[in-house]
């Protein structure tokens, strides 16, 4: 029989979706949903529906304040979980803590990532997270499918093409340790069973302050290693529960649906964009030919209902990466380009009414050579300033500026350094099988990332848009 479309798929079926409301998700009930109904994406459907969008809306959504960190979700009331186990025919979990430092701020005072990543917290929502979830699965009466959210950049590897293929517990990406997920959990809740609490309490620390815990495993840090290990835990139960697993790579503002733009929140390229455009950042290191893997977040919506779509209980254990760097593959010298012309054309206006002026960024070859460049512009400038002596107001502000500017660089250099550095692609085999069979069937025209026009998207659609957001927040962190 022809699988459904994804009209036909969706038809009357019951969801539980995990992670739906980001950065208000602390927010529960009705005043929750109040909120989630006046965000920007929710604007085509109240301009469709106009007086009638509170209705529509409240009848498709039923709001559930949880937490999956906990057990049951944290859903205390016993009926509403029994009918939510009752009722749900797909689940979508997509809930993680996703900060994996790469926003800093800029600005007078300090130079410094925005959040501290915490191993523990981490560790109960992007591990711990999809424990609960199975748990809630193995127990829905009619369960047709647990699609699991991850990320492409769990594969550990620094260069060569990442194929869709699972993670295993107890082995770690680089072969070289044992991984075991159990002992890991009793770590972040400082009770390693056969550990002593000196032992955990040293292991937490490292854990809390680096990512060397994660690249002792072969991961790049603590967000994608456990992300990982919840893959790892999903994986397992794929015999029993019908499961499927997407990875994205860094996603951008949407292409087209529900309108070009929409954004929420600054991530990956949008740190470069925003602090190029504001006159801070003038030096990035990398290859130039490196290629840069970014996705349009409604491809990944698109490529989630297609998955949903064609994805049967048969092939439960599929992964499917969603992304650009096979199809439509970017390089960081077009993406630098595009930022230049940009910035020149559209010149970012300052806080005091200033207008920002750029220059092509420097990109020294090697980290080496980069820090070579910042020892003869930065540090020995500093030392020479520090020398003369700060005698007057101005030579103060001078110093201090040249210091923020080094201290930011560096950090944004270090930060970046395996997305300008590492040579990878990801292999999307099964995600374009998925794509062939429903252009067959010509019941949709999936979002596919080969028709993008880079340039065209980039100029015209993402760094208007992140100029744009961070304008916003920036006014509205001022009030």
């Known amino acids: 029989m022809e699988p459904a479309g994804v009209a036909e798929r969706l038809h009357n079926k019951t969801f539980l979706i995990t992670g739906t409301t980001g950065f208000i998700a602390k927010r529960s009930g009705e005043i929750l949903m109040l909120l989630i109904m006046q965000l920007q994406i929710f604007r085509s459907l109240r301009e469709k529906y106009q007086k009638h969008f509170s209705s529509w809306f409240w009848d498709k959504l039923y709001p559930v304040a949880g937490d999956v960190a906990l057990k049951n979700l944290g859903i205390g ?12 025919d797909i689940i979508i979990h997509m809930a993680a803590t996703v900060n994996f430092r ?18 523990d917290k981490a560790l109960a929502i992007n591990t711990m997270g999809v424990k609960h979830i199975i748990e809630i699965a193995s127990q829905c009466a009619n369960l047709e499918l647990l699609l699991l959210g991850s990320t492409a950049y769990v594969n550990g590897k620094e260069s060569g093409i990442m194929l869709e293929k699972p993670l295993h517990q107890y082995r770690s990406y680089d072969g070289q340790s044992d991984l075991d997920i159990s002992e890991e959990l009793g770590i972040g809740r400082g009770e390693a069973q056969g550990v002593s609490l000196q ?3 040293r292991r937490y620390y490292k854990m809390h302050h680096e990512d060397d815990w994660a690249r002792k495993f072969g991961w790049m840090g603590t967000y994608v290693f456990t992300k990982a290990m919840g893959e ?19 996603t951008t503002s949407t292409w087209k649906e529900p309108f070009p733009g929409w954004i929420e929140g600054i991530k990956t390229i949008d740190t470069w964009i925003t602090n190029y455009g504001k006159g801070h950042l003038k030096v990035l290191p990398g290859d130039v030919t490196t290629v840069i893997d970014i996705v349009p977040a409604d491809t990944v919506v698109n490529a989630t209902f297609c998955i949903i779509s064609y994805h049967t209980r048969a092939q439960s254990g599929l992964i499917y990466h969603i992304g650009s760097s096979m199809r439509n593959p970017l390089e960081i010298v077009e993406l630098l380009h595009t930022m230049f012309r940009y910035f020149t054309e559209k010149r970012f206006i300052g806080a005091e009414g200033e207008v920002i002026k750029v220059n092509q960024l420097i990109v020294p070859a090697t980290m080496d050579s980069f820090y070579e460049h910042m020892d003869r512009h930065y540090k020995v400038p500093l030392q020479d300033m520090e020398r003369c002596g700060l005698s007057t107001a101005d030579d103060h502000d ?24 590492f040579k990878r692609r990801f292999d999307d085999s099964n995600m374009q099988s ?5 252009r067959q069937r010509q019941r949709t025209d999936p979002c596919d990332t080969k028709f993008i026009n880079w340039e065209k998207y980039l100029m015209e659609i993402h760094i208007p848009s992140v100029m744009d957001y961070e304008s916003r927040e920036a006014t509205r962190a001022r009030l």
């Open 232 to 250: 790892m835990l999903a994986y397992e139960q794929t015999l029993r529960l019908p499961i499927a697993i997407i990875r994205p790579t860094s």
């Open 77 to 88: 009331d016993v009926a509403l979980a029994k009918d939510i186990l009752k009722e749900t």
């Open 102 to 119: 790469e926003r800093l701020v800029y600005d007078a005072h300090v130079v410094a990532p925005n959040h501290k990543y915490r191993y």
């Open 434 to 438: 998925l794509y062939d069979d429903e």
């Open 398 to 421: 001078r110093y201090n500026h040249l210091k923020r500017e080094h201290h930011f660089t560096v950090a944004i250099a270090e930060l970046f350094r395996p997305g300008t550095f």
């Open 199 to 201: 032992e955990c309490f």
